[in-house]
């Protein structure tokens, strides 16, 4: 998908309606009132046979300051210089307005190439704006209707010689996750590479600063931000090569989300898309940043977005944000560590690290930690040290006999990575107590050096096939065979 396609238009021509449909989700916030997209949305595009990324962006409108306004226009300027093709849509059923001919000049000046649309062409009514779109001097307008999908056998035919000349390139963005592993413990870990990046997604409450962090990570203002809590509505994804001091990088795709507030003050249409939105960024990734606001840390609503990341089995690197405005420093890092441990024990051990998004300063201890936290998230331990393990926990501490009738823990192998997953073959399954369970995980992550990241433990019922089942008798009998035939 090496072609890249930019929509850009007014606000409310239906920029993101037909961003959907390409993507083939609902993926853009859509909406009957102007100005919802504010920040650039990539997605993967398909119109019959041609793949390519397309790219939704904010409505141009003419301003040139720093409102907000002026950050939406300058973002949408940027993402016009990143695209190969700009799909420029203007409504049938309005005309052309200045602001159309204004924008029109430019595209013609900034843009390789720009194809015009008509949008919300059905019926009779717009006939008289299709025909006025030929006084913008960008050729024969395309006449669309990105909501009931018309016109798309002629957006095909202007982009497929442009695809053609574009190298064929495809790259599956979802990350790898619970892999299976064999007996042994092996099994292919999949390697950050440029195809196939490291998924990061930054989550926390609104005006935590997620994306000035995710702005200072990149390098440049590539999202909006400002004072105004809930600025960012979609979940933007950028693709980085993020270097250490020593020039080593490391390909990565971060998603920044959009602030997630306690559910019963979620009132708006739009914000609840919103939150929705955060949540299947933080599926599709595999190391969740946390990021919590120096002044008010983990409060009720950071708790369940760390706690949602661990259910769904993701890497989390907790980070405190707006470090540099903090006082007694010393003091303050000791609350957090002692508060993360009480508040989160299901997350023992996962990396914290305090930043300053406006400063940059933390940024190296924050690509440590992520890095960290994957490699913990990948992580293997033999079948044989498992066992050994198992034993000596078995003797430190057996397990309880309800009933009078004690469960006996047979073998352990770890079945999965990603994150790393545990069984346990043993009688009565069902009878162990939850606080065993716990016992038998918090010794995982310590003796094998696995901290915060998620740990699944099954126990299966002795009904299971023992791989190791008559291997001692086998061992002794030949033992036994050897030592008569010496004698």
């Not at 959907?20 to 100005?35: F, M, T």
């Not at 907000?68 to 052309?96: K, N, P, S, W």
């Not at 194809?115 to 395309?142: F, Q, R, T």
Request: hydrophobic content about 40%; proline content about 6%.
């Amino acid at each position: 998908m090496s072609l890249t396609l930019a929509i850009v238009g007014r606000p409310n021509v239906g920029k993101s309606t037909l961003f959907n449909r390409l993507v083939g989700k609902r993926l853009a916030l859509v909406d009957d009132q102007p100005g919802v997209t504010r920040d650039l949305r990539e997605g993967e595009g398909r119109l019959g046979d041609l793949r390519f990324t397309v790219i939704d962006t904010a409505g141009l409108e003419d301003a040139t300051d720093d409102s907000l306004q002026g950050r939406m226009r300058r973002l949408t300027e940027r993402a016009v210089d990143m695209a190969d093709v700009c799909l420029f849509m203007i409504d049938a059923r309005v005309g052309i307005t200045p602001t159309d001919e204004m924008f029109a000049e430019i595209l013609r000046k900034r843009s390789k190439h720009v194809i015009l649309a008509a949008n919300k062409a059905e019926g009779n009514a717009a006939d008289a704006g299709v025909l006025e779109a030929y006084n913008l001097g960008l050729g024969e307008p395309v006449r669309l209707s990105g909501e009931h999908g018309e016109g798309m056998t002629d957006l095909y035919s202007q982009l497929m010689p442009l695809a053609d000349a574009a190298e064929e390139k495809a790259v599956d963005d979802t990350p790898v996750t619970d892999i299976e592993l064999d007996e042994d413990g092996e099994g292919e870990t999949p390697l950050i590479t440029a195809a196939k990046p490291l998924q990061v997604a930054v989550v926390g409450r609104p005006n935590a600063g997620k994306s000035t962090l995710i702005n200072k990570i990149v390098g440049e203002d590539r999202l909006l931000t400002g004072p105004e809590a809930g600025i960012t509505r979609d979940a933007i994804s950028l693709r980085l090569d993020w270097a250490d001091p020593d020039g080593e990088s490391t390909p990565m795709r971060i998603f920044d989300t959009a602030g997630m507030r306690k559910k019963a003050k979620v009132q708006e249409k739009l914000e609840k898309l919103s939150v929705s939105d955060g949540l299947r960024a933080v599926k599709f990734a595999e190391v969740v940043v946390v990021l919590l606001d120096a002044a008010i840390p983990f409060e009720q609503q950071d708790l369940r977005i760390a706690d949602l990341a661990e259910r769904e089995g993701r890497a989390v690197v907790v980070a405190i944000n707006k470090w540099d405005i903090e006082e007694d420093k010393q003091e303050k890092l000791r609350d957090l560590k002692e508060s993360f441990e009480r508040l989160l024990p299901q997350l023992r051990g996962a990396p914290l690290v305090t930043v300053s998004a406006k400063t940059g300063r933390g940024l190296e201890r924050l690509r440590t930690a992520i890095l960290r936290a994957h490699d913990v998230w990948n992580r293997r331990v033999p079948t044989a040290a498992l066992n050994r393990w198992l034993t000596a926990m078995l003797e430190q501490h057996p397990p309880p006999a309800p009933q009078g009738r004690r469960i006996k823990l047979r073998y352990m192998t770890q079945a999965k990575t990603r994150p790393p997953g545990f069984v346990v073959m043993c009688s009565h399954p069902d009878k162990m107590p939850a606080s065993y369970t716990r016992y038998l995980v918090n010794g995982l992550r310590e003796d094998f050096d696995m901290p915060g990241t998620p740990i699944r433990l099954t126990l299966r019922g002795q009904g299971d096939k023992n791989p190791y089942k008559g291997r001692r008798k086998k061992n002794a009998g030949a033992l036994a065979k050897h030592l008569k035939g010496r004698a």
